[in-house]
């Protein structure tokens, strides 16, 4: 009997410290929501590049209302940001009876593609690239290089990482070595706008620390939950990691906070996403449900998983 009265103890303590770690967890989630408050165009972004694209469905229109009405935008805001992201040649349309379905653009698709490679298939730079670009290319070529974390030196001249970017096949690329090393920083700072980027990294840092903290690692969600958080989580942190130009690291000042939030992400994201996967099975294309694995999905994780 006593062997008993112990063992329901036990399981009562296991049950209360479930339900605290369930309301903290919960607690973290509504204020995660609340301090992020997503644009309605930008969070369906996150939500086609998370859940729908590694698909490669469309998704029907209910559940984009659904998915974004869980972090507080409504209907109303969701239909105007779907009819400018049509009308911006992002998404386009396709109905079945009376349901409308949305799907990327090959032109979407394309930036998309390049978008993910950054955030689960980071390659930090180790060296530097000098570009010329011919006066002709300058205003096709470089807008892309500079969103690809390339400086602008004056005239036709770049200065960037050397790492996977865009097609440099129409410009003379120099690959290229510091002489003074200890000068980088300096240099950097005069080059590149660090600042925002590190503020963006501070700020994910701050929404998303306290949720590791709250979350067992034997911690079992809801699948509504895991999408949840793991879409507020890539919103959150592709608004830093799309910004930081990926330089070399000695070029980074001492305290630079990108390291620690790509291990935040992957750490968080490959814990949400066997619940969120499930939910995402859930969500409804024209000719049925999605898919819960691809290719696409399963390399994302591994490369998560290698990197973490």
């Given at each position: 009997m006593e062997t008993g009265l112990r063992s329901a103890g036990m399981r009562s303590r296991s049950k209360l410290h479930g339900a605290a770690a369930s309301i903290e967890v919960e607690t973290a989630v509504a204020d995660i929501a609340a301090r992020l408050s997503p644009r309605a165009g930008g969070f369906i972004v996150t939500l086609y590049g998370d859940v729908v694209e590694p698909r490669g469905l469309p998704l029907w229109m209910g559940n984009i209302i659904e998915i974004c009405g869980t972090v507080g935008i409504?209907?109303?805001?969701?239909?105007?940001?779907?009819?400018?992201?049509?009308?911006?040649?992002?998404?386009?349309?396709?109905?079945?009876?009376?349901?409308?379905?949305?799907?990327?653009?090959?032109?979407?698709?394309?930036?998309?593609?390049?978008?993910?490679?950054?955030?689960?298939?980071?390659?930090?730079?180790?060296?530097?690239?000098?570009?010329?670009?011919?006066?002709?290319?300058?205003?096709?070529?470089?807008?892309?290089?500079?969103?690809?974390?390339?400086?602008?030196?004056?005239?036709?001249?770049?200065?960037?990482?050397?790492?996977?970017?865009?097609?440099?096949?129409?410009?003379?690329?120099?690959?290229?070595?510091?002489?003074?090393?200890?000068?980088?920083?300096?240099?950097?700072?005069?080059?590149?706008?660090?600042?925002?980027?590190?503020?963006?990294?501070?700020?994910?840092?701050?929404?998303?620390?306290?949720?590791?903290?709250?979350?067992?690692?034997?911690?079992?969600?809801?699948?509504?939950?895991?999408?949840?958080?793991?879409?507020m989580l890539v919103h959150a942190y592709r608004l830093a990691a799309l910004r930081d130009p990926h330089l070399p690291r000695e070029a980074l000042p001492a305290a630079w906070n990108g390291a620690r939030a790509r291990a935040l992400f992957a750490e968080l994201y490959l814990k949400l996403s066997p619940g969120a996967d499930r939910r995402a099975a859930t969500l409804l294309s024209i000719d049925g449900a999605l898919p819960r694995e691809t290719e696409i999905v399963r390399r994302r994780r591994a490369a998560l998983l290698a990197s973490s």
């Open positions: 409504s209907e109303t805001l969701v239909r105007t940001a779907v009819s400018r992201l049509v009308s911006a040649g992002r998404l386009v349309g396709d109905r079945q009876g009376r349901r409308s379905y949305y799907r990327l653009t090959d032109e979407a698709r394309l930036e998309f593609a390049g978008a993910a490679r950054v955030l689960f298939e980071p390659h930090d730079a180790t060296a530097w690239r000098l570009v010329w670009l011919p006066p002709e290319k300058a205003s096709t070529l470089g807008p892309p290089l500079e969103k690809a974390g390339f400086s602008r030196l004056g005239g036709s001249w770049l200065l960037g990482p050397s790492h996977e970017g865009p097609n440099l096949s129409e410009a003379l690329v120099f690959d290229t070595a510091p002489t003074a090393p200890g000068m980088l920083q300096e240099m950097v700072a005069a080059q590149w706008d660090l600042a925002s980027c590190e503020g963006a990294y501070a700020a994910f840092l701050s929404l998303f620390e306290p949720l590791r903290e709250a979350l067992p690692d034997d911690a079992v969600l809801d699948d509504r939950i895991c999408l949840r958080l793991r879409l």
